[in-house]
């Protein structure tokens, strides 16, 4: 089916279970392609979505407070040329909550992020992603900001190249672009066996992590990045303060938390603590 020319959003799904969305094409809408707000089981299969005023596709799913997984799917989709009206805070794919799957994805052309994880148990696999980042600032192509609980995210084998601006005397950046942003206390994720090409500026390396702990940097290629990881520390009052919120909801949830993420139990030590190993750095 071909969707094409509304003023508002393509497709919404709410609270619907065993939807596949499948060979669509969603073309030239004011708004984001495709919302799914919570449900279970659902999938978005071999779409392509462009020219939107907005983001492609946006999705939340699964409880976080006891991590039961959305088990959403989004595989083999093509993305491009998006943000129109809205510029910024509007990637290809956004993704709140607990287990959803992103693969074989090519995303390419976006003024914003290519994706935005929020949440806990994502993996995102196999996926290129080219030319976004265009026109935002203190972004990465994968960005993920603000809670020291979003944890258990997996990024592997993704491609990601050419972040930023298309020509070079725009090229400067007030703080930075990266491929992948851990904004603000972002810990314990894995990323693992990623290429990373000419995806850093700025001030950031083709990894960003800033504030975060307990990261695991492992087996990737950097290639022609003018830096490769870079971290920003946090003071363990700046801890403290600015994960308040984060830190009681963790309190109320400290059972599961705990018992799937071990090295919660010293959420408030070990600040700063990132492994990187085993990567590769080439003309960085």
């Given at each position: 089916i071909h969707f094409q020319m509304g003023a508002g959003d393509g497709l919404h799904l709410g609270n619907s279970n065993h939807i596949n969305i499948e060979d669509c094409e969603i073309n030239g809408f004011a708004g984001d392609g495709i919302i799914i707000n919570g449900g279970h089981n659902n999938s978005i299969l071999s779409c392509h979505i462009k020219n939107m005023g907005r983001g492609a596709?946006?999705?939340?799913?699964?409880?976080?407070?006891?991590?039961?997984?959305?088990?959403?799917?989004?595989?083999?989709?093509?993305?491009?040329?998006?943000?129109?009206?809205d510029h910024t805070y509007t990637p290809g794919i956004w993704v709140d909550g607990v287990g959803t799957q992103i693969s074989h994805c090519k995303i390419h052309d976006v003024a914003s992020s290519a994706m935005r994880i929020n949440g806990n148990n994502h993996l995102i696999e196999y996926n290129e992603m080219f030319h976004v980042v265009t026109e935002s600032d203190d972004q990465g192509a994968i960005d993920m900001w603000g809670d020291p609980t979003?944890?258990?995210?997996?990024?592997?084998?993704?491609?990601?190249?050419?972040?930023?601006?298309?020509?070079?005397?725009?090229?400067?950046?007030?703080?930075?672009?990266?491929?992948?942003?851990?904004?603000?206390?972002?810990?314990?994720?894995?990323?693992?066996?990623?290429?990373?090409?000419?995806?850093?500026?700025?001030?950031?390396?083709?990894?960003?992590?800033?504030?975060?702990?307990?990261?695991?940097?492992?087996?990737?290629?950097?290639?022609?990045?003018?830096?490769?990881?870079?971290?920003?520390?946090?003071?363990?009052?700046?801890?403290?303060?600015?994960?308040?919120?984060?830190?009681?909801?963790?309190?109320?949830?400290?059972?599961?938390?705990?018992?799937?993420?071990?090295?919660?139990?010293?959420?408030?030590?070990?600040?700063?603590?990132?492994?990187?190993?085993?990567?590769?750095?080439?003309?960085?």
């Open positions: 596709i946006k999705v939340s799913g699964g409880n976080r407070a006891n991590l039961q997984s959305a088990e959403f799917l989004i595989d083999n989709c093509h993305i491009h040329h998006l943000s129109r009206i979003y944890r258990g995210n997996v990024f592997r084998y993704n491609y990601i190249y050419d972040v930023g601006p298309y020509t070079s005397d725009e090229i400067n950046a007030h703080t930075g672009r990266a491929g992948i942003r851990f904004d603000d206390a972002i810990s314990g994720n894995l990323v693992y066996s990623n290429i990373f090409k000419n995806c850093s500026g700025g001030n950031f390396g083709a990894i960003q992590i800033h504030g975060g702990k307990e990261n695991l940097i492992w087996n990737n290629l950097f290639y022609q990045c003018s830096s490769g990881i870079s971290f920003t520390p946090w003071n363990y009052d700046h801890w403290m303060r600015y994960n308040k919120k984060s830190l009681e909801y963790f309190e109320e949830n400290r059972f599961v938390y705990i018992s799937n993420y071990p090295e919660m139990v010293r959420i408030n030590q070990d600040l700063n603590k990132n492994t990187i190993i085993q990567n590769i750095f080439l003309e960085c």
